[in-house]
């Protein structure tokens, strides 16, 4: 069955550094991946998505994430870190009849000043 | 597009009382999901509706769990009997078409504490 893994459950990064959070997926064939984010009080946003093609995607936020069939991979990325981007993310893929998203247990993102 | 709204925010109940949630999906969606997301977890599939039609239920959706889109716009989300291990937050989410066409738009949750 279709199933994500986020590997770190927090992460702090200082404001202005690079971040990278990782998502391991399993599945054969090639996956329909997402990011989201939860920030506090808000509901859960679309951050990006990966069907096919370009394995580098670009998203909403600044926030870009790459494919990597190789290591079953979805990792997300953002240059600079502003304080604002303190929130969980959720990784996610579709169920094997496309009607639902499966997502990962998240990573809480801490900006320090 | 005034979003996908829940009500109540919060609900505390003694075990063994039934709740009912209520979700209002952004009108034009006829896709409508609900999640249940625990702390440290991940939100979790619960059941899916298309227009008024149930197409899919979670084996996380026990028998005392019951969901309606009586008209193919709100929906309702009864739990009956609660137990303390359905203390989470109950997610709502709509959509205009599917989960691979279209963005999910969620609410912010029904936060469930059963004491």
């Known amino acids: 069955a279709q199933s994500v893994t986020q590997p770190d459950i927090h992460i702090t990064v200082s404001e202005g550094a690079s971040l990278e959070l990782r998502c391991n997926y399993s599945?054969?064939?090639?996956?329909?991946l997402f990011w989201y984010v939860q920030s506090p009080g808000q509901g859960l946003q679309l951050l990006l998505k990966y069907f096919s093609g370009d394995t580098l995607v670009q998203g909403i936020k600044g926030f870009e994430a790459e494919f990597k069939r190789s290591q079953s991979s979805f990792n997300l990325r953002k240059p600079s870190v502003h304080w604002s981007d303190a929130a969980e993310y959720f990784c996610?893929?579709?169920?094997?009849?496309?009607?639902?998203?499966?997502f990962g247990k998240g990573t809480t993102l801490s900006v320090s000043s | 597009d005034t979003g996908v709204s829940q009500d109540p925010r919060h609900k505390i109940t003694k075990r063994g009382q039934n709740v009912t949630f209520r979700c209002d999906p952004i009108s034009e969606h006829n896709r409508l999901y609900w999640y249940r997301q625990t702390l440290g977890q991940g939100p979790e599939f619960l059941t899916y509706?298309?227009?008024?039609?149930?197409?899919?239920k979670s084996r996380l959706l026990s028998d005392r769990f019951s969901a309606e889109r009586p008209k193919g716009s709100f929906s309702t989300l009864e739990i009956q009997r609660t137990e303390q291990g359905d203390s989470a937050m109950y997610l709502c989410?709509?959509?205009?078409?599917?989960?691979?066409?279209?963005?999910?738009?969620f609410g912010n949750g029904t936060r469930l504490t059963v004491t």
């Open positions: 599945y054969g064939a090639t996956p329909y």
């Open positions: 996610a893929t579709a169920n094997q009849a496309g009607t639902a998203l499966i």
């Open positions: 989410a709509s959509s205009l078409e599917g989960v691979l066409n279209s963005p999910l738009h």
């Open positions: 509706f298309q227009n008024e039609a149930q197409l899919e």
